[in-house]
């Protein structure tokens, strides 16, 4: 669903119509089984079914939501693959996370202007001795 740039109004696109159907063991996952439809409510033979793959993982910040499409022509094959699907969504979930904390950790924090008052040549305000170390 993509807004409409000219109106600002969020309009569904009518020749990408999906049926979900939620599948699900509930031990492991769920399955979203998405059947293309037409407006008038029909299966759109024409486009294929979408299978996707949701799972959970448990980080230190708690339950993350995993979601992943599978390539399936059925759902006999969409379960049988879920595994696989899930292990990928998770390793990408994993090298996102790092990269994310890895990101954090280099950033220099730099406030945009000094606080009132204060003059790094050690004026009024400022540092005692104008910023400089002093050894006794």
Do not use: C, N, W
Not at 1 to 19: A, F, I
Not at 34 to 52: N, W
């Amino acid at each position: 669903m993509t807004p409409d740039m000219r109106t600002g109004e969020p309009r569904m696109d009518p020749t990408s119509l999906y049926r979900e159907d939620v599948i699900t063991d509930r031990r492991v996952g769920t399955l979203r089984v998405m059947t293309p439809i037409k407006t008038d409510g029909s299966t759109d033979l024409g486009r294929q079914v979408v299978y996707v793959g949701e799972a959970q993982l448990l980080t230190q910040a708690g339950l993350l939501p995993l979601v992943f499409e599978i390539d399936a022509t059925s759902l006999a094959d969409a379960v049988e693959k879920f595994a696989a699907g899930a292990t990928v969504a998770i390793e990408r979930t994993r090298r996102e996370l790092e990269d994310l904390r890895r990101e954090a950790a280099s950033q220099i924090v730099v406030p945009p202007t000094l606080p009132p008052g204060f003059d790094p040549r050690g004026g009024p305000g400022g540092l005692p001795g104008g910023g400089k170390i002093h050894l006794r």
